[in-house]
């Protein structure tokens, strides 16, 4: 079982609505990501988070606001979303870029099961 | 640009039989190239990670190799089963901690 935990597993919202993706990790990651997939596409970052500070923004429109609200949260609020955003959202941890305990850190990414979104 | 290029794009295989994907890149400076298992729907699970000096990687069935020098690696799936059936994505990272991505072979294992 992944020990990053996404939810919800689905959602369908209509281009009106605003909704929320939740991401939780448990392994004591200091970066937190968010990534978009589409069908048979590799994955695409989103925003990066590092330290609970946002440090990687991907030219992402203003309708995805991500939020992190301790080391262990990851959120992601959606507003006025197209059809064109259904996709895959993965949530994903790691240890933050640099030397971690004395270890390099290997850009490991510890992915969740993914949100599933679709915007009619 | 720092690229990833996997192939191939999709393959069939008979359950029992092996087979092997490829994954070339340009990236650069290279710090370690992971491939990485992604069944439909989920998130991708890593399956090896392999650094500079290490030139293959096993993973109970799977075994990775790298070659630095030509920039390759392959990923060998021996004695396929069902549970194979997935995306298989290979991530290249740099000593700056930046993640390439292929676009990932797709893997169908049939009875």
């Known amino acids: 079982d992944t020990e990053v935990t996404q939810t919800p597993k689905h959602l369908v919202m209509g281009m009106t609505n605003k909704k929320s993706l939740k991401c939780e990790q448990h392994?004591?990651?200091?970066?937190m990501y968010w990534y978009k997939q589409k069908a048979k596409k590799p994955p695409e970052l989103m925003f990066v988070?590092?330290?609970?500070?946002?440090?990687i923004n991907e030219s992402v429109p203003s309708r995805f606001s991500p939020e992190c609200p301790n080391s262990s949260l990851l959120n992601l609020h959606l507003h006025a979303l197209q059809p064109e955003d259904s996709a895959l959202y993965l949530c994903?941890?790691?240890?933050?870029?640099?030397?971690?305990?004395?270890?390099?850190?290997?850009?490991?990414?510890?992915f969740g099961e993914g949100s599933r979104l679709t915007v009619l | 640009k720092n690229q990833v290029e996997q192939s191939p794009q999709s393959l069939i295989i008979l359950e029992g039989k092996n087979c092997t994907l490829q994954?070339?890149?340009?990236?650069?400076?290279?710090?370690?190239l992971r491939w990485y298992k992604q069944d439909t729907g989920r998130g991708p699970v890593s399956l090896t990670i392999?650094?500079?000096?290490?030139n293959t990687k096993s993973n109970g069935r799977y075994t990775a190799t790298l070659d630095a020098d030509t920039k390759q690696s392959s990923l060998h799936i021996t004695a396929s089963q069902l549970s194979d059936s997935a995306s298989y994505i290979c991530?290249?990272?740099?000593?700056?901690?930046?993640?390439?991505f292929g676009a990932g072979t797709t893997v169908t294992v049939r009875a």
């Open positions: 994954c070339n890149y340009t990236v650069s400076p290279f710090s370690n």
């Open positions: 991530v290249v990272t740099t000593n700056d901690y930046k993640l390439s």
């Open positions: 392994m004591g990651h200091r970066a």
């Open positions: 994903a941890s790691s240890q933050p870029y640099g030397r971690t305990s004395g270890r390099a850190n290997t850009g490991e990414l510890f």
């Open positions: 392999m650094t500079f000096s290490e």
């Open positions: 988070y590092s330290y609970e500070k946002l440090s």
